[in-house]
């Protein structure tokens, strides 16, 4: 019968170093942890999963119920008008975006810009808007 190659150091004690202290098991762990092969990957998973909503086209009565508000608006010029608006705000990185709703007092009404400003600085493109309320 043949004997096993490695029956003469099969009971020795387990080395330890004299020189290099012993290693922590969340150190030992650490080397064997996952690291990141992809860098992006995980972002791009996220950013892939994120939800936008289509544009949606306005319809004749919304139209005019808007071209109505700006109207009012016009008259009221120079008056602390506050508004409930809602818009599409389109997103940066693809394709959608998402509806907002913002209360807030009118600044400035630039028919030429085709632009709505509010008092805290929003700036809302006039082609952006859903529904206009006055308040």
Excluded at 13 to 24: C, E, F, G, I, K
Excluded at 45 to 63: P, S
Aim: proline share 5%.
């Amino acid at each position: 019968m043949k004997e096993f190659p490695y029956a003469d150091i099969l009971h020795l004690p387990h080395h330890v170093s004299p020189t290099r202290p012993r290693m922590s098991a969340a150190d030992r762990a650490a080397q064997f942890a996952p690291f990141a092969a992809l860098d992006g990957h995980q972002a791009a998973i996220r950013e892939t999963g994120r939800v936008t909503q289509q544009r949606r086209e306005l319809e004749e009565d919304g139209k005019a119920a808007l071209d109505q508000t700006l109207a009012q608006l016009r008259c009221r010029s120079g008056e602390a008008v506050r508004l409930r608006i809602t818009f599409f705000q389109p997103d940066d990185r693809k394709e959608g975006g998402v509806y907002l709703t913002r209360e807030g007092t009118l600044r400035r009404l630039d028919e030429e810009g085709r632009r709505l400003t509010l008092e805290d600085g929003e700036d809302i493109p006039l082609h952006n808007i859903w529904e206009m309320e006055v308040l």
